[in-house]
């Protein structure tokens, strides 16, 4: 058993913020979540949820754009899944 939603729920949220934003004429953007690793509650499902989550926000239509905030952040392709707070981490 999780707490945790599934991609699919989270999905279904976002679409859910979109269509609202839409409904009172805003322009709507998505972004890409961020991994936790390193943190205490870092863990696979997370991960796996993450990029689920991450590769249908890539692809999908309904919002007017999206920022990707995972290729902004990786210091090196051997840190691809861990966030980067370092002041040498390249900015968007």
């Keep these: ?14 679409r859910y913020y979109v269509q ?4 009172l004429g805003l322009k709507v ?7 936790i690793k390193g943190w205490h509650t870092y863990n696979a499902q997370r991960e796996e949820i993450r990029h689920a989550v991450n590769a249908w926000i890539r692809t999908q239509t309904e919002a007017d754009g ?4 995972d290729p902004a952040c990786i210091m090196s392709p051997a ?14």
Excluded: N
């Excluded at 999206?66 to 905030?69: E, I, K, Q, R």
């Excluded at 691809?80 to 981490?89: G, K, T, V």
């Design 66 to 69: 999206v920022v990707d905030f």
């Design 79 to 92: 840190e691809a899944r861990s966030m980067c707070c370092s002041s040498s981490a390249r900015r968007i």
């Design 20 to 23: 609202r934003g839409h409904a």
């Design 29 to 35: 953007y998505l972004a890409t979540i961020l991994s």
């Design 1 to 14: 058993w999780s707490d945790l939603p599934t991609a699919q729920e989270l999905i279904d949220g976002l």
